[in-house]
């Protein structure tokens, strides 16, 4: 049975730091390439930052790109969303997945992350 936790959201000032974690089981996540999601009320599901199997290779939104880090673990079955500079605008639910679109997982339960002062 597939599982994909997020954690590690919460409500954060302007400027401050967060770091997301999403737990993996159910399938081969060494050999998957993995992303992060996020979606803010009224909007589209948006795609955040992705990584390659190994973590050798990363791409970011525009809007996040040198603000946000994601990185992963594959002993411990995990990805990881370092966000910096945290702006309003990057408030919503945040969730991971698998990249590819059609064998993508049903989406786990995401982690919010509030920015504001």
């Known amino acids: 049975q597939v599982r994909l936790v997020e954690s590690g959201g919460g409500l954060v000032q302007p400027g401050g730091s967060l770091r997301l974690s999403c737990a993996a089981s159910?399938?081969?996540?060494?050999?998957?390439?993995m992303s992060w999601f996020r979606q803010a009320p009224g909007k589209e599901r948006e795609k955040v930052a992705t990584?390659?199997?190994?973590?050798?290779?990363?791409v970011y939104a525009d809007d996040v790109k040198g603000r946000f880090t994601i990185s992963r673990d594959n002993a411990k079955n995990t990805v990881y969303l370092q966000m910096n500079s945290l702006k309003p605008e990057d408030t919503a639910v945040y969730y991971c997945?698998?990249?590819?679109?059609?064998?993508?997982?049903?989406w786990g339960q995401g982690t919010q992350v509030t920015v504001s002062s």
């Open positions: 990584i390659s199997r190994f973590g050798g290779g990363t």
């Open positions: 997945n698998v990249d590819d679109a059609r064998i993508r997982f049903t």
């Open positions: 159910g399938f081969t996540f060494s050999n998957t390439v």
